[in-house]
């Protein structure tokens, strides 16, 4: 299968939103076991790799991640390899464990070996966001996600965004840095 390589702009000083998808644009990320592994890994990334994390949204299929890196020198590639790998790595571990049928929905040849992804091949998409009020929009929009394929009513009601956590609910899944520059009217 061959792919475009996502081009990156790792540009000091600006934002990024980051969308990836499942393989095959499957709904992987209905399982809450996995939802949880992505939420644990965008975390060790952000001590890692350096960057604030602004918004999040998993949806069943694919994920949107609004982050800013923190350091002048950056590279959003190695910031979702740290993310994207070890979910991927976790996840087909315990489908193979299972022997869940799944699995073979993720498998890859390439005449040369047999790979499973859980993840889409290629780095998805990243927009280079430098306005603070396009950095809002994004948010906006999202948050939004749920809610317009009609998942749930109301954006906080999605476990799986930070709406909940810009909102102050208790018990979200995953912190959201405060850092964001404020919308000036």
Request: hydrophobic share 40%; net charge positive; proline share 6%.
């Amino acid at each position: 299968m061959e792919y475009k390589r996502a081009r990156r702009i790792n540009t000091p000083g600006d934002a990024h939103c980051l969308t990836f998808s499942c393989y095959h644009r499957l709904p992987l990320l209905l399982s809450n076991t996995v939802c949880k592994w992505l939420a644990e890994a965008i975390d060790r990334a952000r001590e890692d790799r350096a960057f604030d994390l602004w918004g999040y949204v998993f949806m069943p299929e694919h994920v949107h991640l609004l982050l800013f890196p923190q350091d002048a020198e950056y590279s959003v590639g190695r910031i979702l390899s740290a993310i994207k790998r070890p979910v991927a790595w976790r996840a087909i571990k315990r489908l193979r464990l299972r022997g869940d049928p799944l699995l073979d929905s993720l498998r890859v040849d390439d005449h040369t070996r047999v790979q499973f992804r859980l993840w889409q091949a290629g780095g998805g998409h990243d927009r280079n966001l430098q306005s603070t009020r396009a950095i809002h929009a994004m948010l906006d929009y999202i948050h939004y996600n749920p809610v317009a394929r009609g998942l749930v009513g109301c954006e906080s009601d999605w476990k799986w965004s930070s709406a909940g956590e810009w909102e102050g609910l208790p018990d979200q899944p995953l912190r959201v840095d405060r850092t964001i520059p404020p919308l000036m009217p």
